[in-house]
């Protein structure tokens, strides 16, 4: 029997998922809960809105679908049932025309992915204009940095090999960030961490994330989050989930393998999720800080090169995905402003 069976960690908010009128999308199932790479999962929705294709749901929501959709789906194991859950949907239209600075903070994912993220948030967001900020990047500006944790960004834990941007004198410094390296203030901070940790404390012995274990990255990060909610009583940040793994394998064996079995690792990017969507989600933490679900939006199956150096990291389809995901929530903030 399948761990999962026992602890279906499904951690999507029952509010707070946003759509935009015209755009489609696919949300994946086994991006919702955790499942081996080898499962029987088989997945079912109700709603008014979107279309069943496998274990998948499109969703290309009209005009006269703006306003709130219940979903509601059912997961099985060769028939067995393992939870049913209830979301609501909103279903927004663009928003009107708008600029806005934001800055990208995160990990490898964001550093390689950023052109990605700037290319579809154009897109989607075509009524807006966004200027990306950061020290880092050529075409998209950010803050993305391989390997990083929110660790690294808060403690400063590798300061000759990848020093924080946003540490001086010792000590975690945002004002002197945006001082010293004469940034404008963001309107927006996107912050996608999180995988770091988890590859770190799990890959010790190759055993599960514990409750204390994500405490520790919660309370780290609380630490970055609210160092900029300090900084600008303006800005609001948006927190992105960490995204999962190819389907098939290939690359998890070619860079993990001898290290953490990729089922718990699916299995701890979850149990995270929940206690981070707990934490973060629709303002329970901070009315101006929410989360943003792209990764349940990314095809795990074509989103990945399942090549070397990409057990972790999608191929440009996965990061478009995330690109698409990502300007729904910025949409969302925008509806809001």
Not at 5 to 15: D, K, V
Not at 215 to 226: E, M, P, S, V
């Amino acid at each position: 029997m399948y761990p999962w069976m026992e602890l279906p960690y499904f951690a999507l908010p029952s509010t707070g998922l946003s759509l935009i009128v015209g755009q489609e999308v696919t949300i994946y199932g086994d991006a919702l809960i955790n499942v081996p790479i080898q499962n029987n999962l088989q997945v079912t929705y109700i709603s008014n809105i979107g279309t069943q294709s496998g274990n998948n749901i499109v969703i290309n929501p009209a005009a006269e679908n703006i306003g709130n959709h219940a979903l509601i789906m059912t997961f099985k194991n060769s028939g067995r049932l393992i939870t049913t859950q209830t979301i609501t949907m909103t279903v927004y239209n663009k928003a009107p025309a708008e600029t806005k600075k934001i800055l990208l903070i995160g990990n490898s994912l964001i550093e390689s992915g950023c052109t990605y993220y700037d290319t579809q948030i154009d897109r989607v967001l075509s009524n807006s204009t966004i200027t990306f900020l950061g020290t880092n990047g050529t075409i998209t500006r950010n803050e993305g940095r391989g390997g990083a944790t929110w660790n690294r960004f808060v403690n400063n834990d590798q300061p000759v090999t990848n020093p924080s941007p946003f540490f001086k004198a010792g000590v975690l410094n945002v004002p002197s960030y945006f001082l010293d390296n004469s940034i404008a203030n963001p309107d927006y901070v996107l912050i996608s961490l999180g995988l770091n940790d988890l590859l770190e404390f799990s890959a010790v012995g190759s055993d599960p994330v514990t409750a204390e274990e994500i405490t520790i990255i919660l309370n780290t990060a609380k630490i970055l989050i609210d160092a900029f909610l300090a900084f600008d009583a303006n800005l609001k940040i948006i927190l992105q989930i960490p995204s999962l793994t190819g389907t098939t394998g290939v690359a998890w064996a070619i860079d993990l393998g001898g290290v953490l079995d990729q089922d718990l690792f699916i299995e701890n990017v979850h149990k995270y999720w929940v206690a981070f969507i707990d934490e973060f989600a629709n303002g329970a933490y901070n009315s101006r800080v929410d989360c943003n679900y792209a990764p349940i939006f990314l095809n795990r199956t074509t989103g990945y090169a399942e090549i070397a150096n990409s057990s972790v990291h999608p191929n440009q389809s996965g990061y478009e995905q995330l690109g698409v995901g990502t300007a729904l929530a910025i949409n969302k903030l925008l509806k809001a402003d």
